[in-house]
């Protein structure tokens, strides 16, 4: 068990990851990787029973998958810190011929890499299918998903949730980056959902919040207290709500850097606020 400090060093290394990867091919997605930075640091470092090794079948082990896929940056550093592969690989990130591409891939048999999340809307479907699959083999291990606020917007993600609910998929937690923006605007702006709770709960889903899902230690109790929900007959939801852009002032409270890359001065200042703690690639 690692302690909240270190936990927060880790993520402050990853913020500064997604900001030199961006930066070094004037690509990515930064503001969603950079608000999400937290909860996957606490999945894979302290939540998930993780296999030595990896393989796609998974068996004993908890799973994630990323669905939405734009914010590669943080998974694959994550992912590198994690073990899953080398972290002098990040430099590699969006080049031609490389497996760190945009989009998360197959093909290339990157560790940790279950799904290609290229289209949004897809990975919930996927993630019930494998926490299908473990109950059919008798596997206790559980499933994780995240997706994106704005990726609701897309239907089969509802198809999905009414699904996982019809079924009884309890062996799921769904987590959702509840940031309030996509790449037009807010979300309100650009197709209001209203109270996603509340539809949740309609599609007879266990809904719980995370208000301060930057935090590390609000997301360690939440997330445990969604495993403690698990196989009692209905799938799990998190609501994890997060400021796109987390730690970087200049990135915070606007939609502007979902998709940018920061030039030299702004990936200067950026790295000043995110002091060096695991050594960078």
Known sequence: MSDI???QDFTTQVRRDILRMVHAVNSGHPGG?????????ALYQEVMKRNDGFDMNGIGEDLFFLSNGHISPVFYSVLSRSGYFPVSELATFRKLNTRLQGHPTTHDGLPGVRMAA????????????????KKLNNDQQLVYVLTGDGEL?????????????????????????????QIDGTTDEVLNMGS?????????????????????????????????????GKPVCILLHTEMGNGV???????????????????????????????DY
């Open 5 to 7: 400090k270190q936990l």
């Open 33 to 41: 990787s950079l608000g999400c930075a937290e909860f996957l640091v």
């Open 118 to 133: 290229g289209s949004l809307g897809q990975g919930l479907s996927v993630a019930i299918g494998a926490a299908q699959a």
């Open 153 to 181: 917007q897309e239907g089969q993600n509802w198809e999905a949730i009414m699904y996982a609910s019809a079924k009884k998929v309890d062996n799921l937690i769904a987590t959702v980056d509840l940031n309030g923006k």
């Open 196 to 232: 996603l709770r509340a539809k949740f709960e309609a599609f007879d889903w266990d809904v719980l919040e995370i208000t301060e899902g930057n935090n590390i230690e609000a997301i360690l109790n939440g997330l445990n207290e969604a495993k403690s929900r698990t196989g009692k």
């Open 249 to 279: 002032d200049y990135m915070m409270h606007t939609h502007a850097w979902h998709g940018k890359a920061p030039n030299d001065e702004q990936l200067a200042k950026a790295l000043e606020q995110n002091a060096e703690t695991l050594g």
